[in-house]
């Protein structure tokens, strides 16, 4: 993804069943969480879904 202004991707994906069946990939991030959605959604349009996620 390189670099990100405001927020930090700390997770990608929870193997969820139901994410894979929707073909979804879910982000988590930490930071400006609308900022991400925005940055996000528009690369990726409605495969990704984020969300705030504590780092490791």
Same mark, same amino acid.
Request: hydrophobic letters at 45%; zero cysteines.
């Given at each position: ?10 997770? #990608? ?11 979804? #990939?879910?982000?988590? #991030? ?21 969300? #705030?996620?504590?780092?490791?």
């Amino acid at each position: 993804m390189g670099h990100t202004s405001g927020y930090s991707i700390v997770m #990608v994906g929870d193997g969820s069943a139901v994410s894979f069946a929707r073909g979804v #990939v879910e982000v988590g #991030v930490s930071g400006n969480l609308a900022r991400a959605q925005d940055d996000l959604r528009a690369r990726f349009g409605h495969w990704v879904t984020v969300s #705030v996620a504590q780092p490791l």
